[in-house]
């Protein structure tokens, strides 16, 4: 066997072993893609939430993922872990498996763990490692129950023929070689292989001594501590040569670490995405064809409902509006999104039922008028010149996304809804991971360090605190010379900013992403592994939201907006002195309202509350509705620099720039400005005979700025 390929890292704790890995998947890219490193494997605690991610990125670079995990057990009175790598599909499905099940079965008061029945029931596709020294078997170790060690073991060879092995690992920490002593007897005695392997926390070994903090994160320990988890420094991504050094004496573990990824043959890939089914019966030909018929039925009826009620916009007939229809339904249909349509419709339309308050829409979404006629969105889209295309397009196949806000005091309820509607197994909520970031970092590293809390924060409000936006402790460091200053006359302070920016980005708790929720075909656990968030009690997917559509699954956006409510409760107040409000009729045009926003008064008015859009109002004296979503639109980052501009061509008698008789109607009511996506489609439409579809795909290359798109766009343009 070649030296170069005499060992194989299998034990790699990325950012998702939370508080304990301190590997991302980039960096793991990055040393790979430096390093040649044929094949590695990942290992994580407790979960396979990096399963997908690490599989795709490290295949696209040469390297050879091989997927496994650390799953707690249960046996002889002891909980701890025991690592498992898939060999193959089937493999993988039963780590999937029990890595949900570990967290579906288990209470809150346990950590997640599963029985070791479970684990003897799935047979040859899954390669089981003993584990480490802090692991099920080390545990059992350090209360001297031998004979259950012995009785385990026989009974994971017997079930895992060829593919048990007992893990050797030498990291200098305590107990580990009277450990050792005991497995070399171990293997000889059963006729059980050895493999050699490296518990890898971190890539550099410089990183020791922040890792050993992020621990004290973890646990809430102070480094000064003497009785809490502490690792040696030989917790790295140690080279091939160090392994081949450090195993000499034996030969045959470092020749197991190879042979196994040899026989790990398959690894997690992308999926397109597999939409769920409305229609639950009968074979899915014929539930597709009775959703396309339900959807046409749908959509013409609420469209004759809401012409009935609202009319139609200014200088459209009705005959124009049913033609844009019928154009929506063919594309909808073509693009086979039946389904999807009448999933989000029903959700929205038993909420309205149920006086759950629901958005009007937002997003591209409102640019579709089979949403208006089925009542997921409120806004009839020809009146304000959307354009459906940017929402759904056939030359830019990408899954439809209805943005919808509900009342937050009862988005459980409709939650609860899709889950009776579709199935308790087949409905989840959508990991989310909270990160280090330069704040956050500097106020942990500073808790577990014991600097006085008023110092950590004086430093913490030197930097700039913007959400959308987040400043890195990097970029504080080279920006803010207060901040170089304390450092250089702090040694403590100095020590904090370095370890700090050692562990900056790292995740720091999993919770329930705010919207997110998937609906799938089958059981979930077919798709992806899950999650269950012990404080809010729901099912939620292993992987985020990227990974999770990456997986396959369909995700729909259940958002909650207190204004919503703050409506709602407005008109139950009003309702109860007798006056009645619809609040899907009122007036746009309301002098009394418009004077209000005028008058800078929008105090928890949504989009309109903050002290620069109340500057804004006042200067751009909005006569209209148009003004105001005019306004919206301008006031974010970009847009921004274009509002002295639309000030002076509103409010002033100077000359609006005429740039063409084609684009002048199209930017006549923003005053010259261009502000709108769809703007840009339509003049892209009239000024270059694009079609609907590709002038969206304009839109989109300017929106990216990837230059050969715009190179691309420019010549077909012009």
Not at 134 to 146: A, M, R, V
Not at 407 to 430: F, L, S, T
Not at 666 to 689: C, F, H, M, P, W
Request: net charge negative.
């Amino acid at each position: 066997m070649d030296k170069y390929n005499q060992f194989n890292h299998l034990k790699i704790h990325s950012q998702y072993s939370i508080c304990e890995g301190a590997a991302k998947i980039e960096d793991l890219v990055e040393f790979c893609k430096k390093n040649k490193t044929p094949s590695i494997g990942i290992s994580d605690t407790s979960n396979l939430c990096g399963a997908l991610e690490f599989s795709e990125n490290l295949s696209k670079h040469g390297t050879q993922p091989i997927i496994g995990t650390q799953i707690n057990f249960k046996y002889a009175g002891e909980l701890g872990l025991i690592p498992l790598i898939a060999k193959s599909e089937k493999g993988y499905k039963c780590i999937v498996e029990l890595s949900s099940k570990s967290y579906l079965d288990s209470d809150n008061l346990s950590l997640p763990h599963c029985k070791i029945e479970d684990l003897l029931k799935i047979g040859k596709d899954i390669i089981v490692l003993t584990g480490s020294v802090n692991g099920l078997i080390g545990k059992l170790f350090d209360k001297g129950k031998d004979n259950e060690i012995k009785e385990i073991y026989k009974l994971l060879n017997k079930t895992f023929i060829n593919n048990f092995y007992i893990e050797i690992q030498r990291h200098n920490d305590e107990n580990e070689k009277n450990f050792e002593n005991f497995n070399l007897k171990k293997s000889e005695e059963l006729d059980i292989p050895i493999i050699a392997t490296n518990e890898v926390f971190y890539i550099d070994k410089n990183m020791h001594e922040a890792h050993d903090a992020l621990t004290c994160i973890g646990n809430k320990t102070y480094l000064s501590e003497k009785n809490r988890i502490k690792y040696s420094n030989q917790h790295y991504f140690k080279s091939d040569d160090e392994m081949i050094d450090l195993f000499k004496d034996l030969p045959e573990a470092l020749e197991n670490s190879v042979s196994i990824s040899m026989r790990c043959i398959y690894r997690p890939t992308t999926l397109n995405p597999i939409l769920p089914m409305y229609v639950q019966e009968g074979s899915e030909a014929e539930a597709k064809e009775k959703e396309n018929h339900l959807l046409v039925d749908m959509a013409n009826k609420g469209f004759q409902d809401k012409i009935s009620k609202f009319g139609t916009a200014e200088n459209y007939h009705v005959s124009f509006y049913q033609d844009r229809l019928d154009n929506e339904l063919s594309i909808i249909l073509d693009m086979d999104y039946a389904g999807y349509f009448l999933i989000v419709s029903d959700s929205i339309n038993w909420s309205k039922n149920n006086d759950i308050p629901v958005g009007p829409g937002r997003g591209s979404g409102a640019g579709s008028l089979v949403a208006w006629s089925l009542g997921i969105t409120d806004l009839d889209p020809i009146k304000f010149n959307l354009v459906f295309e940017r929402f759904l397009n056939p030359h830019r196949i990408s899954m439809p996304d209805f943005d919808i806000d509900f009342c937050p005091i009862r988005r459980d309820e409709v939650i609860n809804y899709i889950k009776q509607r579709y199935g308790n197994d087949r409905v989840a909520q959508i990991i989310t991971f909270g990160k280090l970031q330069a704040r956050a970092v500097i106020r942990d590293v500073g808790r577990v360090m014991e600097i006085p809390y008023g110092q950590v924060d004086n430093l913490c409000r030197l930097i700039p605190n913007n959400p959308a936006n987040p400043m890195t402790l990097s970029d504080a460091l080279s920006e803010i010379k207060e901040i170089g200053l304390i450092r250089k006359s702090d040694e403590t302070i100095d020590r904090l900013l370095k370890l700090s920016l050692s562990l900056e980005g790292l995740y720091r708790h999993a919770s329930t992403h705010a919207a997110g929720v998937v609906i799938s075909n089958g059981k979930l656990e077919e798709y992806v592994p899950l999650y269950m968030d012990q404080k809010t009690n729901s099912l939620v997917t292993q992987f985020n939201m990227k990974w999770v559509e990456q997986a396959g699954l369909v995700k729909f956006d259940i958002l909650g907006l207190k204004t919503l409510s703050v409506i709602s409760e407005c008109c139950k107040q009003l309702e109860a002195i007798g006056k009645s409000v619809d609040i899907t009729s009122i007036d746009f045009q309301d002098e009394k309202t418009l004077k209000l926003f005028r008058d800078g008064e929008t105090s928890g008015v949504f989009q309109f509350e903050s002290s620069g859009m109340k500057d804004l109002l006042v200067k751009a004296h909005p006569n209209n509705f148009e003004d105001l979503i005019a306004l919206i639109a301008l006031f974010r980052p970009g847009p921004m620099e274009n509002i002295p501009q639309y000030l002076e061509s509103k409010n002033t008698d100077i000359e609006i720039e005429d740039l063409h008789e084609l684009i002048n109607p199209i930017i006549a009511d923003t005053y010259g400005v261009i502000i709108y996506q769809e703007q840009v489609i339509q003049i892209a439409q009239k000024l270059a005979g694009y079609s609907l579809g590709e002038a969206d795909l304009l839109r989109r290359a300017m929106g990216k700025k990837i230059k050969s798109e715009m190179d691309d766009q420019k010549e077909r343009f012009v």
